[in-house]
DNA sequence: CTCAGAAATTTCCGCGCGTAAAATTTTTGT
DNA sequence: ACAAAAATTTTACGCGCGGAAATTTCTGAG
């Protein structure tokens, strides 16, 4: 850098001091800058940078599981907004293992980050070693809540979902029972089922729900093989099945298709489903699956706005505040 | 590191070097520094650590779309390895936009990575711009191959993918044509085309490609519209289809759905589809896919190996060698 | 028990930059 | 044209560690 300043013209400390923000130099010297960067390419050691500044330009963002498109698609936009905003931001999936989230938690911790997005694992997740990162770095808590971390909640609201389909449902047929997993990963599941249970009594209907066994990640077989199941001891007690998550659903209609059970509206059709997060594949199941979407785009959004908000009050908000998105229904052939 | 070394009652270039190799100092010192370890919880500071090494611990995962659950698992497994083998690994997602790609090898560079595994965009890869880095970063490609760059290609034998599911098809019912985009994104596609019309010609039988339109990463909506043409047009020459990649099948397999055709084995079905790369979703399709499997976990243990071995050997080869892995046949119910 | 050679440790310097304070220059407003 | 304000430069120090050379300690054969 000492170097690159004397040949550009310019002292040294400016020169940091533009890397740092180039709008904080004088625009002539801005340019004479950018001009020398152009004939000598250089660049400042990111190591030597982050050494001795307060806060560096690094940005965590962390998810339960990448290779859930959903969350694939989620991270994609949120690091474009970091970049965007001048961050640098780095992807760490969990892989649905605890440890490793914790893992992760700890590498990040050295990587001095001025502020970290993180979508937990959720009940499976150490909540100590969380709450322990969350006091030592400003952190934002996005999709899966946990109770009191992190500065800030901002997710789906699931009422909204359940509300939504249940309504749809009900009104266009016969009142859906609902298909969850019996020990959900994610805290969102458990929201959904009380939220069903609450607006099937709002509306005077019965709630049924099939809670079958499996655990982790793996929704889409854990679907499937639930599915098959149910509709082999026949324990659908209704024509229409509401899933708790897209992913399930795929599983689930797999089933279908293996029983052959015909699944859609109308006549010739045994059974309707519909299900809620609109998983980019939900769109190409047969038939497309009627889904509750996510508001992806307000989510990552007021996400990565909390987050810089979050960075420039210090690390620190008064008050901890959540804020949840209602779904858009989509509406498709399988309900 | 000078007070932890103080309070261990080691010197602190002796810690250093623990941190650097903790075998690389006698037992005895070893155990008093990971019992003052315990204590105090004392981390070296990243930063200052890799501003002086010569190599940092660091690789780079360069995918060309994330969202794309194959991507998402190999990356899954490329992490682990590393991680394993005492590096940090850093995942970066193209998210199909070479710019993109670009961008994170230029960012990439400034973190001086011991090495990078990348697999490329493709044809859309700003090749020059590849080949720099190529020559400045020990760099293994893997997936996707672009000639003559990196120290080492690791991926799938196209040709194998062709050949066991164009012969399968072929001894099982009718000849498959070949169902494909027009400007495939990824080389493989070319190879898989080529390994098909050399097959069928091998077999004494006529090959028919359909190429539908459609350029990008969003293969499922590709396959779909495609599908609906050649459906409605009535263009299909065999009931035997055999697409590209299997998100390409999904697509196709709902546009089936949609236009009411009827896709399995024998007795009351219309068509046959298979296809080629084992997606994670293809099981769960319906009805589930016939393709031919990729060995994952091959390709990334291979991949990691070169990495490493190019790492130890200095960042340089003495020839580039290519190493392809054959597929797997999976038999579903789709063909 | 002794001594050479190897291993471990210490001493010392510098990496590339951030940052603070003071001095100087440039810009702005009147 | 002049003073005040803002931007820039100078000066100086330190961050936390890596690495080479010098010194000490340890190991094993004689």
Redesign the pocket.
């Known amino acids: ?2 170097e ?1 300043a004397a040949v550009s ?9 533009y ?2 923000d180039p709008d ?7 340019a004479r800058i950018e001009e020398a960067l152009e004939r000598y390419d ?4 990111v ?9 560096t330009k690094n940005v965590g963002i962390v998810v339960p599981y990448l290779a859930d498109p959903f969350f694939a698609e989620i991270a994609r936009n949120l690091e474009q907004r970091c970049i965007d905003a001048g961050y640098r931001p780095t992807l760490y999936s969990s892989h649905g293992i605890p440890d490793q989230e914790v893992e992760i938690l700890d590498g990040l911790r050295s990587l001095k980050p001025a502020g970290v997005l993180l979508a937990p694992l959720g009940r499976a997740s150490h909540k100590k070693e969380i709450e322990r990162f969350c006091k030592a770095v400003p952190t934002v808590i996005f999709d899966s809540n946990i109770e009191g971390m992190g500065a800030a909640f901002i997710g789906s609201d699931n009422a909204s979902f359940v509300d939504q389909t249940v309504d749809y449902l009900s009104r266009s047929g016969d009142a859906p029972c609902f298909f969850e997993m019996r020990h959900p990963a994610n805290p969102n599941a458990n929201k959904r089922r009380i939220a069903y249970l609450n607006r099937m009594e709002a509306l005077g209907l019965t709630p049924h729900v099939i809670s079958v066994p499996g655990e982790g990640w793996a929704f889409e077989e854990i679907g499937r093989q639930g599915g098959l199941q149910v509709l082999k001891r026949d324990q659908l007690t209704s024509d229409t099945v509401l899933c708790s998550n897209d992913r399930l659903a795929i599983g689930f209609l797999s089933a279908c298709y293996e029983r052959n059970v015909r699944v859609g509206i109308g006549e010739g059709f045994d059974l309707r489903v519909a299900s809620m997060d609109d998983h980019p594949f939900a769109r190409f199941t047969c038939p497309p699956l009627t889904t509750a979407a996510h508001d992806y785009e307000a989510v990552s959004n007021r996400s990565v706005e909390t987050l810089f908000e979050l960075i420039e009050a210090g690390g620190k908000f008064g008050t901890r505040n959540e804020t949840l998105y209602p779904a858009r229904l989509i509406l498709r052939a399988s309900a």
Request: aromatic fraction near 12%.
């Open positions: 850098m000492e690159f013209g310019i002292s040294r400390p400016t020169v940091s001091k890397f740092h904080s130099v004088r625009a002539s010297t801005r250089y660049r400042p050691n190591y030597a940078m982050n050494q001795n500044r307060r806060l």
